[in-house]
């Protein structure tokens, strides 16, 4: 992993900075009425561009030309991103955001920029906030916004190592007696073919689960996802402007990426695993195994993880990044009594399931309707656990031996740096060696 700092203290300090700053807000979570529900976006690039773009199209299935849902703030670590978001959302010519021109509502004194924005942004009267940020940072504004009694949209993951996802557990149940909505961005669980078909094998279609195999299998995100460093740019925000190179802010793609497929499996099985192996490594990567980590990041370029359940069942878990290789995004299990492509909403090679609605709209239209209806969905814990399935299976593969959930949840390993500058100085160390790496003791 990346040096090996700890997030207790970034996370003590920005929960002490931002419970000052949150006094100063509006109370409570939108309640069911008539009034429009004011949404801020933390993290402006391109998938909370896309989010806010989905929650306007959402309202747009719900309300048709009468719309109760207003953009009224945006946040990034970076000013120039910042600005730029807000000027786009509120471009009637912009060929992605025009026609919701009229729904934005920023305003220069509501255009937050720093490591300290999200703060202010939850601080400015919103009801609703987008975390879009890298997920290294998810848990700090998870925390921030379930204080501050929003209602959220997350992005998955929820967080990059077992100190972040202790701090979700924790939330889970605070986020409920809140009776605050928090829908994540697993947006298969919105998606009616992955619905209809799980109901049927929920409901005993294949008898018994036994394994899945799952895969994220694709070329990978270079070289359009690898920014050069500017001339004389410091290590902090070079790392950001990649941060899904870098361990501290991605997880690695297993955990990026690879949780869509997990949350799946899970969500099939009906549990999380209790233990798991792996193999892995970075043989493709610019640079390969010893690639310098300033210049090429630190995360591997594939991961073969099996999961072991409660139950006795097994999951089987496959991720690539290699150019020209096979792509794979895909679901199978695998019953006492038959078998399904759950990818292809087909069981026994029978279709049972199909689309009607973008997932991604769908998942927004889903929070809206419950936060209206008074009834707000709370998505925390299934995201929680299919990320840390991810972070062991990750984990199991860098130490190339089993990891039992228990020990891995309890190990004191942390990765976000313990003080963060945009000009500041931040070594990357190299990418995990497979075998060398070795879980952390369980914290103090």
């Known amino acids: 992993m990346s040096s090996p700092t700890d997030r207790r203290d970034f996370l003590k300090a920005s929960a002490a900075a931002a419970g000052t700053a949150l006094t100063l807000g509006l109370a409570g979570a939108h309640a069911a009425g008539s009034d429009a529900i004011k949404v801020g976006l933390i993290g402006c690039g391109g998938r909370g561009r896309g989010a806010v773009k989905n929650i306007l199209q959402a309202e747009e299935v719900i ?35 025009g026609p919701y021109a009229a729904q934005a509502k920023i305003t220069p004194d509501t255009t937050f920029s720093g490591f300290d924005a999200y703060q202010k942004l939850l601080a400015c009267g919103v009801d609703l906030v987008i975390l879009a940020t890298p997920p290294g940072f998810r848990p700090v504004h998870l925390e921030a916004a379930v204080k501050a009694n929003k209602n959220i949209f997350c992005e998955k993951p929820v967080a990059v190592d077992a100190t972040g996802i202790r701090k979700c557990f924790e939330l889970v149940e605070e ?3 809140r009776n605050i909505a928090i829908v994540a961005g697993t947006q298969r669980r919105h998606q009616k073919g992955y619905l209809e078909t799980i109901k049927a094998l929920q409901d005993g279609a294949i008898g018994r689960i036994v394994s899945a195999r799952v895969a994220w299998n694709s070329g990978g995100p270079e070289p359009i996802w690898f920014h050069k460093r500017n001339e004389g740019e410091p290590d902090t925000a070079y790392q950001l402007r990649n941060w899904y190179h870098y361990l501290w802010l991605c997880g690695d793609h297993i955990v990026e990426q690879h949780v869509h497929n997990l949350d799946v499996a899970n969500w099939i099985i009906g549990e999380r695993p209790i233990r798991a192996t792996g193999i892995g490594g970075r043989a493709a990567r610019p640079g390969g195994a010893v690639a310098d980590p300033d210049k090429f990041g630190q995360i591997w370029d594939h991961f073969a993880v099996e ?42 090679n029978k279709q049972v399931g199909q689309d009607d609605r973008d997932p991604y709209v769908q998942e927004h239209i889903d929070l809206l309707n419950s936060i209206r209806g008074g009834k707000p969905l709370n998505e925390l814990k299934n995201v929680t656990e299919s990320t840390f399935t991810a972070i062991l299976g990750r984990n199991a593969a860098y130490a190339e031996r089993w990891l039992s959930w228990d020990a891995a949840l309890a190990a004191d390993d942390s990765t976000m740096p313990s003080t963060l500058s945009l000009d500041g100085a931040l070594p990357a160390t190299p990418a995990p060696t497979p075998g060398a790496w070795k879980l952390p003791p369980a914290r103090a």
């Open 175 to 177: 986020s409920k007696k």
């Open 63 to 97: 309300n048709g030309k009468s719309p109760k849902l207003e953009i009224v703030a945006v946040a990034d670590v970076f000013k120039d991103r910042a600005e730029a978001a807000a000027r786009d959302f509120k471009n009637a010519k912009h060929k992605e955001y």
């Open 307 to 348: 999961y072991e359940y409660k139950s006795g069942a097994r999951t089987f878990a496959y991720c690539r990044h290699i150019a020209a290789s096979e792509p794979d995004v895909s679901e199978t299990v695998f019953g006492s009594t038959g078998m399904s492509r759950v990818s292809s909403y087909t069981i026994n």
